[in-house]
């Protein structure tokens, strides 16, 4: 198979089962640099919307991994940004659809959903995922640190206005933090909020993975209890993910490939290559640890490794 640059995984999700991710954007494109994103701080902020790689170019690389297999559940547009961004993300959905049945999500932070044409592009797709981490302006730019133009009651209005016509399921995401977002009044608010907003499902989490900022700290498991309880949510860290995959031969180039978008711990790096029957897998923790553009990260106790 040919090098995948845009595709990735499938990765293990908790909500969606084996997820083939497809990342539209460069890395660290965003509109938002949320303090707990996984990927670290944004480094090119923008809201501008653009066509960062052609959408064939996406497509012969999603037509050439099926060539090989089709073992996943669920197509994720997701990629180490905000895929809104993506400028024909409508013509890349119907592209995809074209290729394969398996249903599409989109994971987004929601910040375009006031914007007519991302409405559009979102309608074409099977799951919509907007996380929701605020439910006033001052947490919402606490926690989201948003592009500048960017305001709290117009990404609500147009997730409202988009739920209420969309024809596949919204799936909510909430990311509780400890002292920020998460205390009985915090959820009390975000309920009065989601009410007013059609959906599906509810996911409550909170940070397992390295934040971008240190001072994030995990919800207790009795404010998490609270939110699931108070708004009819599933909380992630009780569902169940499975293993990492990667069709790319080298096992190096695969981990590579797989942290680029989705951090992974030892353990998940342990199992990957266990998979791929390595057998001297403790070098390949010396290689990352000596690579320039990995950061591994000491966060609890467990090392998790992302791209720089």
Request: hydrophobic share 35%; charged share 25%.
């Given at each position: 198979?040919?090098?995948?640059?845009?595709?990735?995984?499938?990765i293990?999700?908790?909500?969606?089962?084996?997820?083939?991710?497809?990342?539209?954007?460069?890395?660290?494109?965003?509109?938002?640099?949320?303090?707990?994103?996984?990927?670290?701080?944004?480094?090119?902020?923008?809201n501008?919307?653009?066509?960062?790689?052609p959408?064939?170019?996406i497509?012969?690389?999603?037509?050439?991994?099926?060539?090989?297999?089709?073992?996943f559940?669920v197509?994720s547009?997701?990629?180490?940004?905000?895929?809104?961004?993506?400028?024909?993300?409508?013509?890349?959905?119907?592209?995809?659809k074209?290729?394969?049945?398996?249903?599409?999500?989109?994971?987004?932070n929601?910040?375009?959903?006031?914007?007519?044409?991302?409405?559009?592009?979102?309608?074409?797709?099977?799951?919509?995922?907007?996380?929701?981490?605020?439910?006033?302006?001052?947490?919402?730019k606490?926690?989201d640190?948003?592009?500048?133009?960017?305001k709290f009651?117009?990404?609500?209005?147009g997730?409202?206005?988009?739920?209420?016509?969309f024809?596949?399921?919204?799936?909510l995401?909430?990311?509780?933090?400890?002292g920020?977002?998460?205390?009985k009044?915090?959820?009390?608010?975000?309920?009065?909020l989601?009410?007013?907003?059609?959906?599906?499902?509810v996911?409550?989490?909170?940070p397992?993975r390295?934040?971008?900022?240190?001072?994030?700290?995990?919800?207790t498991?009795?404010?998490?209890?609270?939110?699931v309880?108070?708004?009819?949510?599933?909380?992630?860290?009780?569902?169940?993910?499975?293993?990492?995959?990667?069709?790319i031969?080298?096992?190096?180039?695969a981990?590579?490939?797989?942290i680029?978008r989705h951090?992974?711990?030892?353990?998940?790096?342990?199992?990957l290559?266990?998979?791929?029957?390595?057998?001297?897998?403790?070098?390949?923790f010396?290689?990352?640890?000596?690579?320039?553009?990995v950061?591994s990260?000491?966060?609890?106790?467990?090392i998790?490794?992302?791209?720089?």
């Amino acid at each position: 198979m040919k090098k995948l640059n845009c595709i990735f995984g499938p990765i293990p999700s908790r909500r969606l089962g084996r997820s083939l991710g497809i990342s539209p954007i460069p890395k660290k494109v965003c509109n938002y640099s949320c303090i707990y994103c996984q990927l670290g701080r944004t480094t090119q902020m923008t809201n501008t919307r653009k066509e960062f790689f052609p959408v064939d170019d996406i497509i012969s690389e999603l037509s050439e991994y099926l060539k090989y297999t089709d073992d996943f559940d669920v197509i994720s547009i997701v990629g180490e940004g905000e895929p809104t961004l993506y400028l024909n993300l409508d013509l890349l959905i119907e592209k995809i659809k074209l290729l394969t049945n398996k249903p599409i999500a989109i994971i987004t932070n929601g910040a375009l959903l006031s914007d007519l044409d991302v409405q559009n592009a979102l309608s074409k797709a099977d799951i919509v995922l907007p996380s929701i981490d605020g439910y006033n302006e001052e947490i919402y730019k606490k926690v989201d640190r948003p592009y500048g133009t960017l305001k709290f009651n117009d990404e609500i209005d147009g997730l409202i206005e988009f739920a209420k016509k969309f024809k596949g399921e919204i799936w909510l995401e909430i990311m509780l933090m400890k002292g920020i977002n998460s205390s009985k009044k915090d959820i009390d608010e975000f309920a009065k909020l989601i009410e007013k907003i059609p959906h599906d499902r509810v996911y409550i989490n909170t940070p397992v993975r390295p934040p971008a900022e240190n001072f994030v700290e995990v919800a207790t498991s009795d404010e998490i209890n609270y939110a699931v309880e108070k708004l009819n949510g599933i909380s992630i860290d009780k569902l169940t993910s499975g293993s990492f995959f990667s069709e790319i031969p080298d096992s190096y180039d695969a981990i590579l490939n797989l942290i680029k978008r989705h951090p992974m711990t030892q353990f998940e790096i342990q199992s990957l290559l266990a998979s791929r029957r390595e057998e001297n897998i403790d070098s390949f923790f010396t290689k990352l640890a000596n690579d320039n553009n990995v950061n591994s990260i000491n966060y609890k106790g467990i090392i998790t490794y992302r791209l720089k």
